[in-house]
């Protein structure tokens, strides 16, 4: 035999192995943390004092992942801020930092824990992964110093980045992700001066990560998926609900749907401050997810997921709609606010028809039949397109069917979380400028709905048959990246940004909005 053939040989046994050993299923689990937050100081605190918080943290974070383990998952995620929690200044936050090298080092911190220096969190969570072997997501803060070379390098000597890590079941370093758009306010940490686009293989499938606010943005979060064609995302997050279309569940399940890839968001346990959701997300249809505002306990998610889904169809989001004419409406529409943007609303008065609605160069068109029509709750048909400015800069195009708070039509587009009005039918679409629309359905008492609803390859969201609840909301939640504003222009946003922070100290009890308020 020839070198030539023995090579060839090889290669084939090799590929074979390979694809003997990958998995067509694997059992994925999210973590929603109740988390452990320090004393409320700007003064820094030692090292060890540090320390003591954290394994408090690590402490809970292990019994999910010992549980997870033994009930057969090959992955778990943890929320971001999980190990050391929030409201933090830059000096505050330095004790809780370790160096967390590239992964390319080839390193097992709990064989070797010294190797970088004094490295305690690393090596309990490569232990951890290893003695459960188990794939372990968790999100800690990597510090980096830098010196007067580097002209972007910060006044005390180093950069802090908020920081995801991942210990496959060996234990090994095997990926590292400085988060990119951070939250307003988020002033402990720096931004990497390039996005960051981190992925990894498994024996069940290709792995992207990135963190919380990042999933607004084209970078990373689009461009892990279009472009290196990650079979899902691994989502440590602090988000606090925002409704109508940005509650945890209904935001990151439309953005698995929207895009195709299974989505695994752990998100922290704080209801003081809004925040719960977490879930395990396919392209189709939500497989498990986690809602509480009533108690303080954290929650285990597990289920069974493809290693690599199947390619969503195509779906063009202009076709139906476009071919709709839109109907003048008189002096029947009128005005109202969500989250700060103004959009144009057109009352649902009857208890089935067809509504059209528009805004600049968006048509939202509405079928749908109602099981009755109450004298008690009211409906909207909205469309907005243009610039939000609030808390980040992102173009948004949205055609949304919500329930009003009240029947005063002032009060549409607040903050609604339970409904009665059952619908047997509908279909929303719109004239979106963009492929990257993400649809939502959200049912009362903040529930989502699985199963009962598709996206035809023309564009209409559609229900597959009566809906299990009241509706909430059905929205189709669209991005145009290419015309948010440049990064320079974020500054400009900050006066508006504190004024609606300000606004929301007496609806969170407890105090003022954080970094991780919605991050």
């Not at 209904?250 to 922290?268: C, D, K, P, Q, R």
């Not at 202009?318 to 709709?324: L, N, V």
């Amino acid at each position: 035999m020839t070198m030539s053939q023995l090579l060839d040989h090889v290669a084939i046994l090799f590929f074979c192995v390979l694809k003997a050993s990958s998995l067509h299923t694997f059992t994925a689990a999210v973590y929603e943390h109740a988390v452990i937050l320090p004393n409320a100081t700007l003064i820094p605190v030692s090292h060890e004092e540090a320390l003591l918080l954290i394994n408090q943290n690590l402490d809970l974070l292990e019994g999910a992942i010992t549980s997870a383990s033994k009930q057969g998952a090959h992955i778990i995620v943890t929320p971001e801020d999980g190990i050391y929690g929030f409201n933090f200044s830059r000096e505050s936050i330095y004790p809780y930092l370790e160096d967390i090298p590239d992964p390319q080092v080839n390193w097992i911190p709990c064989n070797n824990p010294n190797r970088f220096g004094r490295t305690p969190v690393q090596e309990r969570l490569s232990c951890l992964a290893k003695d459960n072997s188990i794939y372990i997501v968790a999100n800690i803060g990597d510090k980096k110093p830098c010196n007067a070379s580097d002209p972007h390098c910060p006044p005390d000597g180093r950069y802090q980045y908020n920081t995801d890590v991942v210990f496959d079941s060996e234990g090994k370093l095997v990926a590292r992700y400085h988060k990119q758009n951070l939250f307003l306010g988020e002033d402990e940490f720096n931004a990497p001066k390039e996005p960051e686009v981190v992925t990894f293989n498994t024996t069940f499938g290709k792995f992207g990560i990135f963190t919380c606010f990042d999933i607004l943005f084209h970078d990373p979060a689009v461009t892990l998926v279009k472009d290196f064609h990650v079979d899902t995302i691994l989502f440590p997050t602090a988000w606090m609900n925002v409704l109508p279309h940005l509650s945890a569940i209904e935001f990151h399940s439309a953005w698995a749907m929207g895009m195709g890839v299974n989505f695994l968001a752990s998100n922290l346990h704080y209801p003081s401050k809004k925040m719960t959701g977490s879930g395990i997300y396919a392209p189709d249809s939500p497989r498990a997810f986690h809602y509480d505002m009533k108690t303080e306990e954290g929650k285990l998610l597990l289920s069974q997921l493809a290693s690599h889904p199947h390619p969503t169809a195509v779906v063009n989001w202009t076709s139906y709609a476009s071919g709709i004419e839109a109907p003048s409406m008189g002096n029947q529409e009128f005005k109202g606010t969500i989250f700060f943007d103004e959009f144009t609303f057109l009352e649902l008065k009857g208890v089935a028809g067809n509504y059209t609605v528009c805004q600049k160069d968006l048509c939202c068109h509405l079928s749908y039949r109602m099981s009755e029509k109450r004298s008690d709750e009211v409906y909207v048909l909205g469309a907005f397109d243009g610039l939000h400015t609030v808390e980040g800069s992102y173009y948004l195009q949205i055609c949304t069917l919500l329930k009003c708070k009240t029947t005063d039509l002032h009060t549409c587009g607040d903050s609604v979380e339970t409904a009665s009005t059952r619908f047997e039918m509908f279909s929303l679409s719109g004239t979106f400028e963009t492929q990257y629309v993400f649809p939502e359905v959200l049912l009362s008492e903040i529930q989502l709905a699985p199963g009962e609803f598709q996206v035809s390859s023309d564009g209409r969201l559609c229900s597959q048959k009566p809906l299990s609840g009241p509706i909430l909301t059905v929205t189709l939640f669209g991005r145009l990246y290419e015309k948010d504003s440049s990064p320079n222009a974020f500054s400009d946003l900050m006066a508006q940004g504190h004024e609606w922070c300000q606004a929301q100290w007496d609806s969170t009890s407890g105090g003022f909005l954080t970094t991780a308020d919605l991050d």
